[in-house]
Nanobody, 121 residues
Framework: QVQLVESGGGLVQAGGSLRLSCAASGLTFGAYFMGWFRQAPGKEREFVASISGKGGTTYYADSVKGRFTVSRDNAKNTVYLQMNSLKPEDTANYYC??????????????WGQGTQVTVSS
């Protein structure tokens, strides 16, 4: 049974930083592309960032380039999202996802339950 468990969300002031973590179990972690998505109230879920199985390839949404960094530790079966220079528009529920092929090209096979990030102005 695959489980993706996010942590690290919370309330932060604009300009601040947060680091999200996603611990994976039940899958061969290093074989999976891992990604982060977010969904704000009343909006569709959107892609944020992703990283290949060995970490050599990353993708970012234009809205977070230069501010967010995705990374992974395959020894710990964990993927991270370092978020700097946070803006109120980054407020959303952030979801971790896994796909055997690629993200965001393919719809992820597995999803976490999400962690809330709220950025106050």
């Amino acid at each position: 049974q695959v489980q993706l468990v996010e942590s690290g969300g919370g309330l932060v002031q604009a300009g601040g930083s947060l680091r999200l973590s996603c611990a994976a179990s039940g899958l061969t972690f290093g074989a999976y592309f891992m990604g982060w998505f977010r969904q704000a109230p009343g909006k569709e879920r959107e892609f944020v960032a992703s990283i290949s199985g060995k970490g050599g390839t990353t993708y970012y949404a234009d809205s977070v380039k230069g501010r967010f960094t995705v990374s992974r530790d395959n020894a710990k079966n964990t993927v991270y999202l370092q978020m700097n220079s946070l803006k109120p528009e980054d407020t959303a529920n952030y979801y971790c996802a896994a796909d055997i092929y690629s993200i965001p090209r393919y719809s992820p096979d597995y999803w976490g339950q999400g962690t809330q990030v709220t950025v106050s102005s």
